[in-house]
């Protein structure tokens, strides 16, 4: 497995460099921004340990970029930076895991285990079907680039099927993972999509009869 590591702090570099090697992985290294994220993007990394505080592009940076060039490798961030909504900008921008600065080795290298597990699957920040747009993060939605304001069970619901383009998701389903299958009747399913198609168009999500909806990607 080849691992890219992105860290300016030539002593921290050297100690991942030694300890993956010793793990049996192959190591490059990087110790800025541009050229961290000019060796992602060509070469074929099973995962990136990319530290946040980089000269010349920043580790934020250089993910959001990869991201939007729908390049998915695997990305660990390191930060000293150990506040919550440090964390969860982190996460937000598209990266696999976090962690904070100092740490120990054995779970750096444990946390890369379980990446290289998952694999480099599509996962993208913002979620687009056709004509619209949802930012888990920032809950917004949109259609044609114009904000559209749904409820927080309508974006559940949405992002549900957007999370599953092309697929047909059961009524059954759909109502155990959006409304935590709480007694709620299904018929509250049909519902909400009237919802969401009143307020986004009828052809957003696709009624497959007798089998329940999809969104197409």
Do not use: C
Request: proline share 4%; no cysteine; aromatic share 6%.
């Amino acid at each position: 497995m080849r691992i890219l590591v992105v860290d300016d702090e030539v002593v921290m570099s050297r100690a991942l460099t030694r300890g993956l090697t010793a793990e049996g992985f192959a190591v490059d290294v990087a110790h800025d921004g541009q050229t961290g994220l000019d060796l992602a993007r060509e070469g074929a990394y099973d995962a990136v340990v990319l530290d946040i505080m980089l000269p010349v592009r920043s580790g934020y940076d250089v993910l959001q970029t990869l991201r939007a060039e729908e390049v998915w490798t695997p990305v660990l961030l390191l930060s000293a930076k150990d506040g919550d909504h440090d964390v969860a900008d982190g996460l937000d921008v598209g990266a696999d895991d976090y962690l904070t600065k100092p740490f120990a080795f054995v779970v750096l290298v444990a946390r890369l285990r379980a990446l290289l597990r998952r694999g480099a699957v599509p996962r993208p920040v913002v979620l687009v079907a056709g004509e619209m747009s949802l930012d888990p993060a920032s809950h917004v939605v949109t259609r044609r680039g114009a904000p559209v304001q749904v409820t927080a069970r309508e974006f559940a619901l949405l992002e549900y099927l957007m999370r599953r383009p092309g697929q047909v998701v059961g009524k059954v389903e759909l109502r155990d993972h959006v409304w935590d299958g709480d007694g709620e009747d299904l018929n509250v399913v049909e519902v909400y999509v009237g919802y969401l198609r009143r307020k986004l168009g009828r052809d957003v999500v696709a009624t497959v009869r007798g089998a329940g909806y999809r969104v197409d990607g």
